[in-house]
């Protein structure tokens, strides 16, 4: 009889117990859930500060919109842009105030190969597709730079073709420069040398040049896993979808407006 009773008691606390155990249960499950929802909305926020945005340098904009009187090569991003219609006119003048730099550092450079780099410097300063890239940096005159973005192989090739017969005196372009009167020189003991010389491939001059700002890609215009320097004034801007593209890389997939709601459906369930 003692036997039988301790047995009764045992399975009258397991019939007593059952309800808080399926309710604690519950309660984690619907925990669980709603932490992976809080972690989803984090990640979908990550991946918007990536896009549309403007990097924290010398002459760019706070945050990018329309600017209708952007200047020649700079005009494809004239309807969302981070750069002014001033600083898309001195874009063009071979030593600007931008930055005092000289194209002409080892004789004039010729006109076929100056429009990559006026087109590299519209692209810098008016593109707002470059999140994805932007990094913090400490310099006097920026806080971020763009690293290894990655560039389609016509842009790259085209400028080094149409560049290899000028000249220069340096392979890193950010830093090294005789600035005793004002503008960049080359450095005592330096040779002015054709550009196929300083950089022997398309990678060596879109890598090197601006210290990894650019990454070279064996991509395709058009194949969206790559940013287009160059594309007309009169189609969609193809880096929006580029970026885009690597935002998502950067984070977690996220669900779809469906998803949302199959995921907070059981955690409301579990809750009643």
Known sequence: MQSSSVSEHRARVHREARPFV???NRE?????????????????????????????????????????????QCT??????????????????????????????????KDKCKRHFIQ?????????????WIVQTDT?????????????????????????????????WHKGWNWTTGSN?????SECRP???????????CEKLWSRSYKYTTESQGSGRCMQMWFSNTEVNPNVAVAEYYARLAGAPM?????WLFLLAPALLALL
């Open 120 to 132: 590299d410097t519209c692209f810098y300063e008016c593109s707002p597709n470059l999140g994805p």
């Open 195 to 205: 550009f196929k010389t300083v950089f022997p491939q398309p990678a060596d001059l």
């Open 255 to 259: 669900p779809g407006p469906g998803a």
């Open 140 to 172: 006097s005159w920026r806080r971020e730079r763009i690293m290894d973005v990655p560039l389609c192989k016509e842009d790259c090739d085209q400028w080094w073709n149409d560049c290899q017969d000028s000249f220069t005196c340096k392979e890193n």
């Open 22 to 24: 399926a309710l604690h």
């Open 76 to 109: 494809p991003w004239k309807d969302n842009a981070c750069c002014t219609a001033n600083t898309s006119m001195e874009a063009h003048k071979d030593q600007s105030y931008l930055y005092s730099f000289n194209w002409n550092h080892c004789g004039g450079m």
């Open 28 to 72: 984690m499950a619907a925990r669980w859930v709603l932490l992976g929802l809080l972690a989803a909305c984090v990640t979908e926020a990550a991946k918007k500060d990536m896009l549309n945005v403007c990097m924290d340098a010398k002459h760019h904009k706070t945050k990018p919109g329309p600017e209708g009187e952007l200047h020649n």
């Open 185 to 189: 020189q080359c450095p005592r003991g």
